[in-house]
């Protein structure tokens, strides 16, 4: 109903099923339509006669999927909107640490029995705050194996009990993030078996990098090395719990050109040095050209954690004003951990560096390959 009532032109529109539900894409050709309205952050006027009605159904579509993206090439856009199926949530049973039988396998995991398992004595063992959300529901989570877009590898002891499980998925084409590991054991000598494990099987694909996402331990003995420590406000705790995100090169790296900001060029050089990477930075400047008014900007949202992850979807001249009404709109709804990545490979990523400095934004984390090129996540911290 929206893209018929503004000049787009034909439309091209593809539906197809995905691991966890199904996508519908929208493609036409105009770089002038006003899809601000999809922002989490927007509240147009769709009150009386004066009301703003013709984005009401672009609102309704962005609240009613559960997720969208935007890609605009050239004058080319493109949108596509996610529906989730629902799965039933785990109904967890008792749970102990196993004292380990014998000598331990390790075998890739796909099958719903073990990984229903698996999720189960994740939750049960470890806090909520290192516990992946998909393993809140078991049958999302053989879903995502099962397409491939995420892996396991499990252990299991000579009994033939799970004394351990590393998940990892595919963040670019160049780089991997892991979650755990998680070791079920009673000593904690499984970790560094499971580590290995996912180090050879990742290492057979052409990812550069490794990276830890809800780390559960001290990954320095294994080769990692500290990125960044985070701190996580989370409900009902006075004290922040640091997570650690620790990296690992697979590759040799050859270096590259990134784009930068003068608000954070220091960060990136520091942090290049720090990591021994040949980066080209190119500072992004004003060259006038015409911006469409409204910007777009996409939401991760977490509330276990606290945490809401933003990201540039489409650029506009409201940028500032946008990323502000975000951080307002999130944080009025209790969400304490904020937090924006960028790609260094778009100029237009880089360009958002001082307004996301305004808003009270700080560079904390790089990850070198972590999308088309490097990138940069920024957190909010309030007291700025």
Same mark, same amino acid.
């Given at each position: 109903?929206?893209?018929?009532?503004?000049?787009?032109?034909?439309?091209?529109?593809?539906?197809?099923?995905?691991?966890?539900?199904?996508?519908?894409?929208?493609?036409?050709?105009?770089?002038?339509?006003?899809?601000?309205?999809? &922002?989490?952050?927007?509240?147009?006027?769709?009150?009386?006669?004066?009301?703003?009605?013709?984005?009401?159904?672009?609102?309704?579509?962005?609240?009613?999927?559960?997720?969208?993206?935007?890609?605009?090439?050239?004058? +080319?856009?493109?949108?596509?909107? #996610?529906?989730?199926?629902?799965?039933?949530?785990?109904?967890?049973?008792?749970?102990?640490?196993?004292?380990?039988?014998?000598?331990?396998?390790?075998?890739?995991?796909?099958?719903?029995?073990?990984?229903?398992?698996?999720?189960?004595?994740?939750?049960?063992?470890?806090?909520?705050?290192?516990?992946?959300?998909?393993?809140?529901?078991?049958?999302?989570?053989?879903?995502?194996?099962?397409?491939?877009?995420?892996?396991?590898?499990?252990?299991?002891?000579?009994?033939?009990?799970?004394?351990?499980?590393?998940?990892?998925?595919? +963040?670019?084409?160049?780089?991997?993030?892991?979650?755990?590991?998680?070791?079920?054991?009673?000593?904690?000598?499984?970790?560094?078996?499971?580590? &290995?494990?996912?180090?050879?099987?990742?290492? +057979?694909?052409?990812?550069?990098?490794?990276? &830890?996402?809800?780390?559960?331990?001290?990954?320095?003995?294994?080769?990692?090395?500290?990125?960044?420590?985070?701190? !996580?406000?989370?409900?009902?705790?006075?004290?922040?719990?640091?997570?650690?995100?620790?990296?690992?090169?697979?590759?040799?790296?050859?270096?590259?050109?990134?784009?930068?900001?003068?608000?954070?060029?220091?960060?990136?050089?520091?942090?290049?040095?720090?990591?021994?990477?040949?980066?080209?930075?190119?500072?992004?400047?004003?060259?006038?050209?015409?911006?469409?008014?409204?910007?777009?900007?996409?939401?991760?949202?977490?509330?276990?954690?606290?945490?809401?992850?933003? !990201?540039?979807?489409?650029?506009?001249?409201?940028?500032?004003?946008?990323?502000?009404?975000?951080?307002?709109?999130?944080?009025?709804?209790?969400? +304490? &951990?904020?937090?924006?990545?960028?790609?260094?490979?778009?100029?237009?990523?880089?360009?958002?560096?001082?307004?996301?400095?305004?808003?009270?934004?700080?560079?904390?984390?790089?990850?070198?390959?972590?999308?088309?090129?490097?990138?940069?996540?920024? #957190?909010?911290?309030?007291?700025?």
């Amino acid at each position: 109903m929206f893209l018929a009532s503004v000049d787009v032109g034909d439309i091209e529109t593809t539906i197809r099923t995905i691991p966890t539900g199904v996508e519908i894409s929208f493609s036409f050709v105009s770089a002038d339509v006003d899809l601000s309205a999809m &922002n989490l952050a927007s509240a147009p006027n769709i009150d009386g006669e004066n009301g703003d009605w013709t984005c009401l159904p672009l609102l309704l579509a962005a609240r009613m999927s559960d997720g969208f993206r935007v890609r605009l090439d050239g004058r +080319r856009m493109e949108l596509a909107l #996610r529906v989730d199926k629902v799965y039933p949530e785990l109904k967890p049973f008792p749970v102990e640490r196993i004292c380990l039988q014998g000598r331990m396998t390790f075998s890739g995991v796909s099958d719903a029995d073990s990984l229903f398992e698996a999720c189960n004595a994740i939750t049960a063992l470890y806090p909520e705050h290192v516990v992946p959300e998909w393993c809140a529901c078991p049958g999302r989570t053989a879903d995502l194996v099962g397409a491939g877009e995420l892996f396991a590898i499990e252990a299991r002891d000579a009994s033939g009990h799970l004394c351990g499980i590393v998940f990892w998925e595919m +963040r670019s084409e160049q780089s991997v993030t892991f979650f755990g590991p998680y070791d079920f054991s009673t000593d904690g000598s499984v970790v560094g078996e499971l580590v &290995n494990a996912m180090l050879q099987a990742v290492g +057979r694909t052409r990812a550069k990098n490794v990276f &830890n996402s809800l780390g559960t331990q001290s990954l320095a003995d294994h080769g990692f090395e500290l990125m960044a420590e985070l701190p !996580y406000l989370l409900e009902g705790a006075s004290e922040p719990v640091m997570h650690s995100v620790w990296g690992r090169m697979l590759q040799e790296d050859f270096g590259a050109v990134v784009w930068t900001h003068s608000e954070f060029a220091d960060f990136l050089r520091s942090r290049y040095d720090a990591l021994e990477l040949v980066r080209d930075l190119r500072p992004v400047s004003e060259l006038g050209e015409v911006v469409q008014p409204g910007s777009v900007i996409g939401a991760r949202l977490s509330p276990a954690l606290s945490e809401a992850f933003l !990201y540039p979807e489409l650029n506009g001249a409201d940028m500032g004003d946008n990323l502000g009404r975000h951080v307002a709109s999130l944080t009025s709804a209790g969400y +304490r &951990n904020i937090f924006f990545e960028i790609d260094l490979s778009k100029g237009w990523h880089a360009a958002i560096g001082s307004s996301l400095c305004r808003c009270g934004f700080r560079p904390e984390l790089l990850l070198p390959h972590g999308g088309q090129s490097d990138t940069l996540v920024f #957190r909010h911290v309030s007291e700025a």
